[in-house]
């Protein structure tokens, strides 16, 4: 069975940067025809998407923050990244890492909440 | 404000149906079959229910079921149960520059 693990370092300080990364486990991240996500969802708030990656590296930005957000993939460790730049507590969320197949997610991580605070 | 507009809460009675609608454009929900429901119970992940507008993933309760007309696409609950309490998301994939769009989220109150 598919399983997805998200790590995250809980606090971080506001203008600096956030990285996660999302460990898949049960299955390949190079495999076809598989893309990876990252959605978040502010407390009391609901889902946002925040950018997808396909097997290949093919990479797409929500464009509201696509300024600040680099997304990777790392099949020798079976893992992909995310990367958010300059936080503000807008940015607290938590974030969850998903499988794309064809057009929907189907496997999701159980989440990691991130908090910016100085 | 969220692409796609779904009621922020909907109630029904234990057994009874109930229907959340998810309202869009041409450039996404009407013109594509690729919207997806999501039911997310408080403090867990999104889990898959209903994906290409009304295809159920193995597992799912037959009880789940979607449809679209036009630009919007609806989820049906059938014979609901206390566990069926949750909130629900529909996403549908874009043409527009942001490849994915959400509904707000649905508060379903099974009474």
């Known amino acids: 069975q598919l399983q997805l693990q998200e790590s995250a370092p809980g606090l971080v300080k506001p203008s600096e940067a956030l990285s996660l990364t999302c460990t898949v486990s049960g299955g390949s991240i190079s495999s076809s025809p598989y893309y990876w996500g990252w959605f978040r969802q502010p407390p009391g708030k609901g889902l946002e998407w925040v950018a997808t990656i396909s097997y290949r590296g093919s990479t797409y930005y929500n464009p509201s923050l696509h300024s600040r957000i680099t997304i990777s993939i790392d099949p020798s460790n079976n893992h992909f990244s995310l990367r958010l730049n300059s936080v503000t507590a807008a940015d607290t969320a938590v974030y969850y890492c998903a499988r794309n197949l064809r057009y929907h997610y189907d496997f999701w991580g159980q989440g990691a909440l991130v908090t910016v605070s100085s | 404000q969220s692409a796609l507009t779904q009621p922020a809460s909907v109630s029904g009675s234990a057994g009874q149906s109930t229907t959340i609608s998810c309202s869009g454009s041409?450039?996404?929900?009407?013109?594509?079959?690729?919207v997806s429901w999501y039911q997310q119970h408080p403090g867990k992940a999104p889990k898959l229910v209903i994906y290409?507008?009304?295809n159920r993933p193995s597992g799912v309760s037959s009880r789940f079921s979607g449809s679209k007309s036009g630009n919007t696409a609806s989820l049906t609950i059938s014979g609901l149960q206390a566990e069926d309490e949750a909130d629900y998301y529909c996403i549908s994939y874009s043409s527009t520059n942001s490849l994915w769009v959400f509904g707000g989220g649905t508060k379903l109150t099974v009474l």
């Open positions: 290409d507008v009304s």
């Open positions: 041409s450039s996404d929900v009407g013109g594509y079959d690729f």
